[in-house]
């Protein structure tokens, strides 16, 4: 049976996990975008928040969510799971439950969450904008990549601000990777810095790479990710992705293969003949053939990576906090 190379650390769970729930509420570099947000939620606006994924807008929701949640006056909806348009009276009836929806019953006061935001255009504000105005939404924190500014309608927009999600940086980084593993020497802070320069601003991508090293060292037999190590792991992660690049590279056109036409009726008869043998051939076997390409949309994540499933995979489609 296979060690699980966190538990040789004395780690009970992943403690590079990217699910927000389970490490630190308190969004560690995250605290001024937090506040501004927090900030426009209490004065009643309509609060922008927009960031590459995995930079961390799903550990600011959760915490959002721990925040202003408790009182069933926060929603929490996921923009990119709409089908066809937003449907805010739903939502608002849905507080609750069947008697909502029966009696037309809406909350007053309600922060609404849209995640993934970038799905929403001017259609889906107008049907915001009435229960925003008529106090059932206090407020509206809009969270996603690539948000439509020039869609937010007139009423909203004059009562929109951006809070700015602030970049990784080095000392960022290893306080992050510190508050996860602790003193544990599987990571010096210079190894950190060296995995930072590497991956760059994302924060799943420093995680996982984190992730990587830590496991393949405890599996190699180490107690200790080394520089030579990570120099390895960086070289044969850039000599993959080279030969990725050659084998995607266009191949020049075959010359036409010309063939005698005295043979091609022979030829397209031989050719039937055969697909017809092969037709018999798939009867015997039940008709299956085995395509890896259409079972590829059916793989599933290991146990330990449904453990650590992200916000949007956490929470439903409508969440009342």
């Not at 209490?42 to 929701?61: A, R």
């Amino acid at each position: 049976m296979n060690k699980i190379w966190y538990k040789e650390l004395g780690f009970f769970n992943n403690p590079f996990s990217i699910k927000p729930a389970a490490f630190h509420d308190q969004a560690i570099g995250y605290e001024k975008v937090v506040d501004e947000i927090s900030y426009g939620i209490l004065n009643k606006k309509v609060v922008l928040v927009d960031g590459d994924y995995g930079n961390g807008k799903s550990t600011i929701l959760k915490r959002l969510l721990n925040d202003f949640g408790g009182k069933k006056q926060v929603i929490y909806y996921s923009c990119n799971r709409i089908d066809g348009r937003l449907d805010v009276k739903e939502l608002l009836n849905g507080r609750y439950g069947f008697i909502g929806k029966w009696f037309d019953l809406k909350p007053k006061d309600m922060i609404l969450l849209l995640d993934e935001a970038q799905e929403l255009d001017a259609k889906d504000y107008e049907r915001i904008y009435p229960y925003y105005q008529e106090g059932y939404i206090q407020s509206v924190v809009l969270m996603g990549n690539g948000i439509k500014k020039d869609s937010i309608i007139g009423g909203l927009k004059s009562q929109l601000e951006v809070a700015e999600m602030g970049k990784l940086n080095e000392d960022l980084a290893v306080l992050i990777i510190r508050k996860r593993i602790g003193d544990v020497p599987v990571l010096s802070d210079s190894i950190i810095r060296k995995v930072y320069q590497k991956t760059g601003d994302n924060i799943r991508i420093l995680l996982k790479t984190c992730e990587d090293l830590c496991k393949s060292s405890v599996d190699s037999g180490r107690r200790k990710v080394t520089e030579d190590f990570v120099k390895q792991y960086f070289q044969e992660k850039d000599e993959k992705k080279e030969v990725k690049e050659e084998k995607i590279e266009v191949k020049p056109k075959k010359e036409p293969i010309i063939i005698d036409k005295r043979n091609e009726k022979l030829e397209e008869k031989e050719h039937k003949e055969d697909h017809k043998e092969e037709k018999k051939e798939d009867k015997k076997k039940g008709g299956k053939v085995y395509k890896p390409e259409e079972y590829k949309g059916l793989m599933r994540n290991s146990a330990e990576e449904l453990l650590n499933k992200s916000t949007d995979e956490i929470f439903g489609d409508e969440q009342y906090y």
